[in-house]
């Protein structure tokens, strides 16, 4: 006995399996077994009216609105193109931050280079006690 009124057969056309179980997608509206149910598996036109995810911008990293029915490659693109904050030249950090503070000197390191006496931050030629009067703790300064 055969029942030729049940099931359906896939809509992926390399498929077209008789699914007893047909699956209808929620974006496209069609048909589908359970192998090709999942947007990506049956290559979706509709898929981005579903998409909840929010795309982020390459450059700045800020998360772009998109509207429903909206393709977020155009509405990112359009972004890119004009409300875009990106600016390499901030992008470029300074290395050389830590300002030595022994009076006089003009001096930055990469690195601080803290005195262990008064805890202050002074460059490789003035990191010794001596070197900058330290008015740190009164312990002896020839020991190094």
């Known amino acids: 006995m055969e029942l030729p009124e049940l099931g ?3 809509s992926e056309r390399t498929c077209k399996q008789l699914d007893f179980l047909p699956l209808k997608c929620d974006a496209c509206g069609e048909v589908f077994c359970k192998d090709h149910i999942r947007y990506d598996d049956h290559k979706c036109s509709s898929a981005y009216k579903k998409n909840v995810q ?3 911008c390459p450059l700045c990293n800020a998360p772009i609105p998109v ?11 359009a972004h ?5 904050k990106y600016n390499p030249a901030q992008q470029k950090q300074r290395i050389f931050t ?5 009076p006089g000197c003009k001096r930055k390191e990469m690195v601080k280079v803290v005195c262990e006496q ?6 490789i030629k003035h990191r010794h006690p001596l070197d900058h ?12």
């Open 8 to 10: 359906e057969h896939c």
């Open 54 to 56: 929010v795309p982020v």
């Open 67 to 77: 509207q429903k029915g909206e393709i977020p490659d155009i509405v990112v693109g």
């Open 80 to 84: 890119m193109d004009k409300g875009c």
């Open 98 to 102: 830590n300002k030595c503070l022994k």
């Open 118 to 123: 008064c805890r202050g931050n002074f460059c």
């Open 133 to 144: 009067n330290c008015k740190g703790s009164s312990h002896s300064t020839s020991e190094a």
